[in-house]
């Protein structure tokens, strides 16, 4: 058993209050019999009590509880890996945790984002496939033609707007519908929370959030799931009016080593789809040329 530390500063940081609320998320969703505790009895939260956590991580109740009221206390990556192991964390959770303990082991801060001046020469050239850059708030840095053909056309969104996220939960402009687009949201939404944790006192990632909250009900409920991901390559389902299904392989490329910044390349995972996206992109348009705001 640890030792109880003493609590000499008890300012709750955000840091330590997401760590909170995401250490009693996680509790909550184990069920007792899963991890060898009895079902029975009267429980007034679903899931584990504190006091199981603790005995399975090997931790005082004292000290484990204060973690999930935000205390400031030191925690040392041995304790937060016998906490992960006893909540069962995969791998990106586990990520999730050491963050917002205040434990990275990641590359340093002050990574450069700006953007290179060849990538949209590299977004253009793969066309027909759409492609897009992000960045960790899913802010859409650059695009190609083909996305605006093929996904949603970014050149008819305000700059101010062009925000993957944001688009996803409150635009209905776009060109395709997605197949599963339940579970693309949802993991969307995990894999912000994920990147939130370096950015909890960044104001722009704290507008995005609460102008989310207000506008979109769907994303409140998925917010409070606390959810974690990495960012996804799982296969895309597209739906467009007059082509039927386009199935679509991500990939992601990083733009710098270590660096914030992906492009999400979209190539075709079939002929079918790639004769179809050549007949997408490559149609007559009525607008003028592509360019660039």
Same mark, same amino acid.
């Given at each position: 058993?640890?030792?109880?530390?003493?609590?000499?500063?008890?300012?709750?940081?955000?840091?330590?209050?997401?760590?909170?609320?995401?250490?009693? %998320?996680?509790?909550?969703?184990?069920?007792?019999?899963?991890?060898?505790?009895?079902?029975?009895?009267?429980?007034?939260?679903?899931?584990l009590r504190r006091e199981e956590v603790a005995?399975?991580?090997?931790?005082?109740?004292?000290? +484990?509880?204060?973690?999930?009221?935000?205390?400031?206390?030191?925690? %040392?990556?041995?304790?937060?890996?016998?906490?992960?192991?006893?909540?069962?964390?995969?791998?990106?959770?586990?990520?999730?945790?050491?963050?917002?303990?205040?434990?990275?082991?990641?590359?340093?801060?002050?990574?450069?984002?700006?953007?290179?001046?060849?990538?949209?020469?590299?977004?253009?050239?793969?066309?027909?496939?759409?492609?897009?850059?992000?960045?960790?708030? +899913?802010?859409?840095? *650059?695009?190609?033609?083909?996305?605006?053909?093929?996904?949603?056309?970014?050149?008819?969104?305000?700059?101010?707007?062009?925000?993957?996220?944001?688009?996803?939960?409150?635009?209905?402009?776009?060109?395709c519908s997605f197949v599963d687009a339940e579970?693309?949201?949802?993991?969307?939404?995990?894999?912000?929370?994920? *990147?939130?944790?370096?950015?909890?006192?960044?104001?722009?990632?704290?507008?995005?959030?609460?102008?989310?909250?207000?506008?979109?009900?769907?994303?409140?409920?998925?917010?409070?799931?606390?959810?974690?991901?990495?960012?996804?390559?799982?296969?895309?389902?597209?739906?467009?009016?007059?082509?039927?299904?386009?199935?679509?392989?991500?990939?992601?490329?990083?733009?710098?080593?270590?660096?914030?910044?992906?492009?999400?390349?979209?190539?075709?995972?079939?002929?079918?789809?790639?004769?179809?996206?050549?007949?997408?992109?490559?149609?007559?348009?009525?607008?003028? *040329?592509?360019?660039?705001?």
């Open positions: 058993m640890t030792t109880v530390p003493a609590a000499t500063d008890r300012t709750v940081t955000a840091e330590r209050r997401e760590l909170g609320i995401f250490l009693r %998320s996680r509790r909550e969703r184990i069920r007792p019999d899963e991890v060898g505790f009895a079902p029975g009895g009267r429980r007034r939260t679903p899931g005995l399975l991580a090997g931790v005082g109740v004292t000290w +484990y509880t204060w973690l999930e009221q935000g205390r400031d206390i030191n925690v %040392s990556s041995q304790v937060l890996d016998a906490i992960a192991t006893a909540l069962r964390f995969d791998r990106q959770e586990r990520i999730h945790l050491y963050r917002l303990a205040g434990s990275r082991s990641g590359p340093a801060p002050g990574v450069c984002s700006a953007l290179p001046p060849s990538a949209q020469k590299t977004l253009d050239a793969v066309s027909p496939y759409p492609a897009v850059v992000l960045n960790k708030r +899913y802010d859409i840095l *650059a695009f190609n033609e083909a996305y605006c053909r093929v996904v949603i056309d970014l050149e008819k969104v305000p700059v101010e707007d062009r925000n993957l996220l944001w688009l996803n939960f409150v635009s209905d402009e776009w060109n579970s693309t949201r949802h993991h969307m939404v995990a894999a912000f929370r994920a *990147a939130s944790a370096d950015h909890l006192g960044d104001p722009l990632w704290q507008d995005l959030i609460q102008s989310l909250l207000r506008i979109s009900p769907y994303f409140a409920e998925l917010w409070e799931r606390y959810d974690v991901a990495a960012p996804s390559t799982r296969t895309k389902m597209l739906e467009i009016e007059g082509f039927g299904i386009l199935k679509m392989d991500p990939i992601n490329l990083w733009l710098s080593p270590a660096g914030p910044l992906r492009a999400t390349v979209y190539t075709a995972l079939d002929d079918e789809t790639e004769a179809k996206l050549r007949q997408i992109v490559d149609a007559p348009s009525a607008k003028p *040329a592509f360019g660039r705001s």
